[in-house]
T-cell receptor, first 112, second 111 residues
Framework: EAQVTQNPRYLITVTGKKLTVTCSQN?????MSWYRQDPGLGLRQIYY???????DKGDVPEGYKVSRKEKRNFPLILESPSPNQTSLYFC???????????FGSGTRLTVV | GQQLNQSPQSMFIQEGEDVSMNCTSS?????WLWYKQDPGEGPVLLIA?????ELTSNGRLTAQFGITRKDSFLNISASIPSDVGIYFC???????????FGKGTRLHILP
């Protein structure tokens, strides 16, 4: 089944403790992206990647890092999480920038 | 940064009614996308539009790429209970490769 898999689905952590949210797609998509969803703010892009070893900042990249060492994986790294990063995070992939995304099921992160 | 203005923010309608929502941008867009998000899930693509003036249907859903390339519309005909959810517009401008999203329209259907 074609899908984007994110892990974990739920995570509660403490301020300052480094964490990684994994994202993997099995559709051989070039384009991958991370979004965060907050009430009243919709979906805001954190980082995106157009291909292996190519990443670019979205609209809200501060406090996040990503890497794209291989085509299928696009992990999101929070080096020192803070409470304002409490949010619902989505990974997404597509064939190219213009094509519709396939989204993962989301990761609900709480930083206390 | 660029923004998409999506309206209305929420809608309360009776089952069987038609629904209209729209999205506008201050800049020209090359691509318009419409998504639906069910509770606890990621958004799912409904319709993709690539040409100014294009009108595309997916079952009871119809979306249009505005002639000015700065707006798009989504219509749902004869709404049913499973249409409940959040509808997002998204687009890519002619400036870069980012896909940006509107803030969503939350659709409620009254029994």
């Amino acid at each position: 089944e074609a899908q984007v898999t994110q892990n974990p689905r739920y995570l509660i952590t403490v301020t300052g403790k480094k964490l990684t949210v994994t994202c993997s797609q099995n559709m051989n998509h070039e384009y991958m992206s991370w979004y965060r969803q907050d009430p009243g703010l919709g979906l805001r892009q954190i980082y995106y990647s157009m291909n292996v070893e190519v990443t670019d900042k979205g609209d809200v990249p501060e406090g996040y890092k990503v890497s794209r060492k291989e085509k299928r994986n696009f992990p999101l790294i929070l080096e020192s999480p803070s409470p304002n990063q409490t949010s619902l995070y989505f990974c997404a992939s597509s064939l190219a920038a213009d094509y519709g995304y396939t989204f993962g099921s989301g990761t609900r992160l709480t930083v206390v | 940064g660029q923004q998409l203005n999506q309206s209305p923010q929420s809608m309360f309608i009776q089952e069987g009614e038609d629904v209209s929502m729209n999205c506008t941008s201050s800049s020209i867009f090359n691509t318009w996308l419409w998504y639906k998000q069910d509770p606890g899930e990621g958004p799912v693509l409904l319709i993709a539009l690539y040409k100014a003036g294009e009108l595309t249907s997916n079952g009871r859903l119809t979306a249009q790429f505005g002639i000015t390339r700065k707006d798009s519309f989504l219509n749902i005909s004869a709404s049913i209970p499973s249409d409940v959810g959040i509808y997002f517009c998204a687009g890519r401008s002619n400036r870069d490769d980012k896909i940006i999203f509107g803030k969503g329209t939350r659709l409620h259907i009254l029994p």
